[in-house]
């Protein structure tokens, strides 16, 4: 409901979130000179019920969730990242930034309940992951794939069925956990440590089982988590990559020259599997499907990683079917053959297109 008060905008702020939520929206959107904006299947909506906002109202929407240290960070970095609740009713991951002079922010709706990896429709091998006594498993994709999703439900799974010490590092915290079998300690960066760097520091001194890493941002941060797996500990982290040939290099990349050799080494030594995702939009548009491609670390993949042949482990994957590896255009081929995906969607998000033409054969 819009407010007008002395010509005065004035917009309930926990109103408009909320209605996120009701409507479905996975991000609601606030910038100036537009209504807010919903983010519902991959698409963005304007909340045209709403007036646009000014440039004084939009601080003064937005300020209203901030307390004097949030605003103090804010005013002097000109970047924010934090998570806000509507006790009882939703929970958000919140970004605010500066556009042409004027403070825009993008919320992230965090669903309440933690997913199974079954109703995340990921591939049932992910299950093996929670496993994993040690080892190192990375979860990559781009923004908005559900990669927190994927991670807190393989979280909940250990949770569950393990008796664990759990340690996240998170920024911001975004699922929450309570304690089953396991214990899960979850520290967010600004309120609970520094940075990934820091806590990652000193987090062998704090009896971990499990770690999770929000991020792999930097090089500090990879070679802590590196060295957290290397150490005897069961690892996950992400990374922003298209798939698990790119993850390798990425990660290697990071690092100077003199020092990349060493980390083919620990890389090859302590990873044990990586998934990486998507989200593409169903064939009737109504909702959005997660497209996977899924490594699992064999001798023949480690050895490409210590002789630097990343570019030789999508054939890896190809022929590791039978341990349940699986290539991002197998996965597309599967859902366009299901009728989940249509066609276009399939060729347009396809690594190698004329790779998925003979996965698919005739049909395609």
């Known amino acids: 409901m819009v407010h007008i008060k002395n010509g005065v905008l004035k917009m309930d702020i926990n109103e408009i979130l909320l209605e996120g939520i009701n409507k479905g929206a996975s991000d609601v959107h606030i910038t100036c000179f537009l209504p807010p904006i919903l983010r519902i299947n991959g698409k963005l909506i304007r909340m045209d019920n709403y007036e646009k906002f000014t440039l004084s109202s939009v601080k003064e929407f937005l300020y209203k969730i901030l307390d004097d240290e949030k605003i103090k960070n804010f005013e002097k970095e000109l970047e924010l990242d934090f998570s806000y609740s509507v006790p009882g009713k939703g929970r958000f991951r919140c970004n605010y930034y500066h556009q042409r002079g004027a403070i825009t ?58 008796t664990e010490n759990i340690i996240t590092i998170e920024d911001p915290i975004e699922y929450l956990f ?112 997660v497209a996977t ?45 299901l009728g989940k995906i249509t066609k276009e969607t399939a060729y347009e998000k396809a690594h190698n297109r004329e790779e998925i033409k003979r996965v698919m054969g005739d049909s395609f």
């Open 105 to 162: 922010a993008a919320f992230r709706i965090i669903t309440s309940d933690i997913k199974t990896i079954k109703e995340l429709n990921l591939p049932e091998q992910v299950e093996e992951f929670t496993t994993y006594p040690r080892g190192l498993v990375l979860v990559t994709g781009p923004t908005g794939s559900g990669k927190s999703t994927t991670l807190a439900s393989i979280i909940e799974l250990i949770n569950t069925n393990r």
């Open 178 to 289: 309570t304690h089953k079998k396991s214990i899960v300690n979850q520290r967010e960066l600004g309120s609970d440590t520094r940075s990934f760097a820091a806590a990652l520091k000193y987090i062998l001194r704090e009896d971990p089982d499990v770690i999770m890493v929000g991020e792999m941002r930097d090089l500090e941060t990879i070679s802590g988590t590196l060295t957290a797996a290397e150490t005897g500990h069961l690892v996950f982290s992400t990374l922003h990559t298209q798939d698990a040939a790119q993850t390798i290099d990425r990660i290697v990349d990071v690092f100077p020259t003199h020092s990349q050799k060493q980390i083919r080494m620990q890389l090859a030594g302590t990873l044990k599997a990586v998934l990486v995702q998507q989200l593409l939009p169903t064939s009737d548009d109504s909702e959005r499907v």
């Open 293 to 337: 491609e899924l490594m699992f670390v064999n001798s023949a993949i480690k050895n490409m990683i210590r002789e630097m042949k990343t570019h030789q482990i999508y054939s890896a994957i190809q022929s590791g079917g039978k341990r349940g590896m699986i290539t991002m255009d197998m996965s597309l081929a599967k859902l366009y053959q």
